[in-house]
């Protein structure tokens, strides 16, 4: 109850109470303003944009014992903060940052002068592009997983993340490998058919996608695969209804739009209400089964970076609330031929 008070009113701080300046009422409208709101299935809910901030806050804030973070991009001072204020309440804080993202570093800094145990996680040729953040409370674990970065100026862009209350062994378990590897030591793998990493993520996509029978929509920053297009064309060809929302601004998706276009696939590129990103990496299929987390559809993603997903094989609500965001966005998305 108390978490959900305190995520009722920051989320009306956030999202909800409008600016008043001198000049009156601001009405600008964002990206954020569009969002679903958080939907709730089982121990599970999905959040997008700057709620994914509330509940990354509220969850570092619950912490009993642990507060465990892999992130790709750190850089918010306020989750940094609340971080630093877990340390000093004596919650074993551990934090994994890619070796390369710039602000990464900074935050890796101002985190060790805290005296908080940070990693730098070196992926030869790619990144830790991982977002998972990993709590315990009154209750038992709690994992935050999916596509949002926790940049400064991250929680703008149309992305999503899950939280799961109750979370299984699986996360700690791969948090534990990637602390090990990231030290340079060996780990054993992390089995699971829920969290999926690295080259488990793409077999269970083109399952989804090749088993398809009715409707599949796709929200993508990078969609470059060379079987993941493929699988699409060949869904559209079987009739399935098949819509595809890319990331402008990645020059390798113009590309792939031809080619999607070439094959009668509808294919918009997502139009940014400020300097947001499409950022998500999601896909909804039937509406029941839902893919969402940091893996672009690309061969980097699959074979060389360090990347988390989550498979959900039997998530209506997931799929719909996915669903009503990428209709929202696709109703005002541009057609790639007008780029």
Not at 16 to 34: E, F, L, R
Not at 152 to 178: T, Y
Not at 278 to 300: Q, R
Request: aromatic content about 10%; glycine content about 6%.
């Amino acid at each position: 109850m108390k978490k959900w008070i305190y995520y009722n009113f920051i989320s009306f701080l956030l999202l909800v109470m409008p600016i008043v300046t001198a000049c009156g009422m601001d009405t600008h409208t964002s990206a954020a303003d569009q969002f679903p709101p958080p939907t709730v299935d089982g121990n599970m809910t999905l959040y997008f944009g700057p709620s994914i901030k509330v509940e990354a806050l509220s969850m570092i804030h619950r912490a009993k014992k642990v507060c465990y973070l892999t992130m790709y991009e750190l850089g918010d001072g306020d989750i940094i903060q609340a971080l630093e204020d877990a340390h000093r309440r004596g919650i074993d804080v551990k934090v994994i940052v890619d070796a390369t993202e710039k602000h990464s570093q900074s935050s890796a800094l101002q985190l060790e002068q805290a005296g908080i145990l940070v990693h730098r996680y070196q992926i030869r040729g790619g990144i830790s592009h991982i977002k998972s953040l990993l709590t315990d409370d009154s209750t038992g674990a709690n994992e935050l997983i999916g596509g949002m970065n926790f940049g400064a100026q991250s929680w703008e862009n149309n992305d999503a993340s899950v939280s799961i209350e109750h979370a299984g062994s699986e996360f700690a378990a791969l948090f534990a490998r990637d602390w090990e590897e990231s030290a340079g030591s060996s780990a054993p793998d992390v089995v699971s058919t829920t969290l999926l990493y690295d080259q488990r993520i793409k077999p269970s996509l083109l399952s989804m996608i090749r088993g398809a029978k009715h409707r599949i929509v796709v929200e993508a920053f990078d969609l470059t695969d060379r079987d993941v297009i493929p699988a699409f064309i060949d869904a559209k060809r079987r009739r399935v209804d098949v819509r595809i929302l890319l990331e402008s601004s990645q020059q390798p998706n113009v590309r792939t739009a031809d080619l999607l276009q070439q094959a009668n696939v509808p294919v918009r590129y997502y139009n940014p209400y400020g300097s947001e990103w499409l950022h998500a990496k999601m896909i909804a299929v039937d509406g029941a089964s839902v893919l969402i987390g940091s893996a672009n559809f690309s061969y980097h993603a699959f074979y060389i970076n360090h990347e988390g997903d989550l498979f959900l094989p039997n998530s209506a609500k997931f799929a719909a609330a996915i669903t009503k965001n990428f209709d929202v966005c696709w109703a005002r998305a541009t057609d790639p031929q007008s780029k």
